[in-house]
């Protein structure tokens, strides 16, 4: 639920949408690499102000049936709190746009990140979270001795107790800028939970001011662990290699659009494709593909279908034959492949056959390469590492 939340939060964002049904795979390489983060997070402090919302809730013995509507009241409190706090820079403040109007709200947004990084122990999802204080009320009163039995009740706590308090000014005066405390504090989250991704590997022993594109770029790559690198070697293979598969349903749009200098952008832009596959074409040649699946299901979660993994493999033994991707744009088996992996998944609203449906294409669709979140895991990172530098209150 929350992925397709995820989805329907990006689809505005054209260029990174998901048009031939390959998410999966990204985001299984995604949560190996950075677990706990998601495509519309933005930044690291969010990770302690929704526990200190709810622990502030808790305290006050807010009911099930209020808790909901309590904890929306703070974060719009919180949206208008930031947006005062970082005046003129309101990039990362989730809501702002929409303010009391927000539909989805950072609790939920990092609902799924709280859990992996076991800040937050209660299970479930945040309705049964919600559902559950009720109960968790009643076991945490005090009884009297003739309401005492026998038999103990264990009561976990709801949020993990090692938590940092939340500042005397919060919500008032909340913003972005992690306390030394607070940094470390979230470190210690990460290493504890996922010490092997290249996440915890960052917030440990990375540096606040990278500007890798991509993750593979990172100028301490050679540091990384051979698992990890290995990980990267696989996530950086299938993004440069199923690129030309984006620009060529982009390219297929253009023409059947007779948008002309769409279709100019895009056979130049698969031209550059061929040039860089064509540069790591030994590297591409030796890439072990059956490896790449055990990578990508390591997780035994992951679920990808097995129309998914057929239009994947048939894709990649077309781009990457010998001399094929130079040519791609005519190539009759990778268009064919295309249009039929839009029909199988779009059905009667596919562009190529739907006129209705190709005139809402606004030139870019699922265009971008994949970063597996490094965007957004890059910037929650660099919050970390300068927090750590910082004062302590």
């Known amino acids: 639920r929350r992925k397709m939340l995820d989805v329907v939060d990006l689809f505005k964002e054209q260029n990174t949408r998901d048009e ?37 809730l808790e305290r006050r013995k807010i009911g099930s ?38 539909k989805r709200l950072p609790s939920n947004i990092y609902w799924l990140g709280l859990g992996t990084w076991k800040i937050r122990l209660a299970h479930g999802s945040q309705d049964q979270f919600h559902r559950s204080l009720d109960r968790f009320y009643r076991v945490m009163t005090p009884r009297s001795r003739s309401e005492e039995t026998d038999a103990p009740v264990t009561i976990l706590p709801n949020w993990h107790t090692g938590l940092p308090d939340a500042p005397a000014s919060f919500p008032e005066k909340a913003n972005f800028s992690l306390q030394r405390i607070e940094a470390d504090y979230l470190r210690e989250r990460i290493m504890a939970s996922v010490p092997a991704s290249l996440l915890a590997f960052l917030v440990d022993k990375g540096r606040d001011d990278d500007t890798a594109e991509y993750p593979w770029f990172h100028p301490q790559f050679a540091q990384f662990p051979s698992a990890i690198r290995g990980q990267l070697e696989h996530a950086r293979n299938f993004s440069e290699a199923i690129h030309g598969a984006a620009l060529l349903y982009n390219f297929m749009l253009a023409e059947k659009s007779e948008r002309k200098d769409l279709a100019k952008q895009y056979q130049g832009e698969l031209t550059e494709w061929a040039e860089s596959l064509q540069a790591r074409e030994s590297d591409l040649a030796c890439w072990d593909r059956k490896q790449f699946w055990s990578v990508v299901t390591n997780d035994p979660t992951v679920r990808i279908s097995i129309h998914t993994r057929t239009f994947v493999d048939s894709w990649l033994t077309l781009a990457l034959a010998p001399a094929v991707a130079s040519r791609i744009k005519s190539q009759d088996k990778a268009r064919q492949l295309i249009h039929g992996r ?9 562009r190529l056959d739907n006129r209705d449906a190709l005139r809402n294409w606004n030139g870019a669709a699922g265009a971008g390469r994949l970063d597996y979140r490094w965007r957004q895991a890059k910037t929650i990172i660099g919050d970390i590492l300068v927090g750590q530098k910082g004062p302590d209150a």
């Not at 029909?343 to 596919?350: D, E, I, P, V």
């Open 20 to 56: 031939l049904g390959i998410g999966a795979i990204r985001d299984a390489l995604a949560d190996q690499l950075f677990p706990g983060t998601g495509t519309v997070q933005t930044r690291a402090r969010y990770f302690l102000f929704i526990p200190w919302i709810y622990l502030d």
């Open 65 to 102: 049936s209020r808790i909901a509507n309590e904890a929306r009241k703070v974060e719009i409190q919180l949206i208008e709190a930031l947006a005062r706090s970082h005046r003129g820079q309101g990039e990362g403040v989730i809501g702002i746009e929409a303010r009391a109007g927000l």
């Open 342 to 350: 839009e029909r199988s998944l779009k059905g009667k609203l596919a």
